[in-house]
């Protein structure tokens, strides 16, 4: 058999894996369908370990290496569970649409910005002239990924007065905003094919890194599917709530620890909006003890741009997060550290300053949304409305652009947040508050689908 010979039997070869392969993909999508019938999930250890045997007896018989028959097999079984997972949304609707008006200002048109949670007052004053201070002295080179001493003192006693948790500086970690946080906690400790708990409605980006990091999501909408949480992986539940600003109750807390507690599950708690409730908020650290604590200054302390936020956690999984934090972004630059140091030292006198302001644009949306067609809650935190539309035809994507286009206010779609299009997520402290708001009632009073 010569050369070409020898080439041709390789392409064939390689062709009739692609078929196999392919024949493979339409039989894990059936199974995909017959599993969500049933609900199971997605992934199946015995099955998988009985398939591995087999496997690995046939590359035996086959005279292949070990190491390249894992290979194979990681491969399939990757492959299997990115078939069964359903692909996620990114970010969300709102992005998009914050994208687009930010493009129709810059060509010199205003629009009014109520689609996106930045708050608006600016930094406490002393954040300034930290970082300013800590680059004259030359804080601008490589450090570690565990942070700054003084970050991680200042967290630890703003984390421990909030929450009343122990929160020694050994269990904080500084990261690069609350969001790069989370999709570092799953990335750390979940493993595609896992399965992670939602309480619907929630921030768009929690299903677009699931789905990123081909995770199974089990979404509830009420405390009343809570037995579906059963064998999850994991849970990540935000109080205040972006969207609707519903505060979980200690009584919440400890049914849902009863549920994850029986495979110890991690809780991850998005802590974003924690200062900025009107109500008694438990942490939830304080209920489940395998919880990681996932915080932000970009909401209270008004320093989105800034990209800084931290986690508190034990101290084996701080360290575990510090290695990918340290692999993926070497580390937080330590002037910003500086700054959000001075931030969080000053956290006493400023948040409560900051939620009486919080309660004066609240007080100014309901006031200004009166008369709307609209079945709205006041929220118990956080920076958004989230009301029902009651319009016939009502669909808040498309209201969402066209309300953009046509009278240059913004806000987020419903449907980003879950099965909600008859809802707007609307950020009532925004600069643009007083002005938008009035415009926007105007806009749903005359609407016409």
Known sequence: MNLDDLRARIRDVTLRIVDLYAERLSLVRKVAELKAERGLPVRNREVESDLWRSVLARCGEAGLDEYDCRRIFNFLISSSIRAQVPEGGGAGPHVEVFRRAKEIERSGEKVYHLEVGEPPWSFPPNVLDSLVEAVKRGETRYGTSLGL???????????????????????VIPTPGSKYAIF???STFLRPGDRIGLMLPAWPAYRGMAAHLSLEMV??????????????SAFILCSPNN?????WTRKELEELSEILRENDALLI???AYAELSFVDRMAPARIYENTLSVNTLSKAFGMTGFRLGYVM??????????????LTITNVPEFLQEAGASALESARDWTGRVKENLASYLDLAMRKLEG?????NRPDGALYLFPRVELEG????????RLLEERRIAVAPGSGFGPYDDRLRITYASPDADQGLRLLREALQSWRS
Not at 161 to 169: E, F, I, N, Q, Y
Request: proline letters at 5%; aromatic letters at 8%.
């Open 313 to 326: 956690g034990d101290e084996e999984r701080v360290r575990k997060l510090s290695k990918f934090l340290g």
């Open 149 to 171: 001493p003084r970050f991680k003192e200042a967290a630890s006693e703003w984390l421990s007065h909030r929450d009343g948790v122990d929160a020694r500086p050994e269990r």
């Open 184 to 186: 570092s906690i799953l």
């Open 394 to 401: 009502f669909s808040s994507m498309d209201f969402a652009f």
């Open 219 to 232: 979404e509830i909408r009420s405390m009343r599917e809570v037995e579906r949480l059963r064998g999850v």
């Open 372 to 376: 709307a067609p609209l079945e709205m």
């Open 269 to 271: 708690s998005d802590d």
């Open 243 to 247: 969207p609707d600003g519903r505060v």
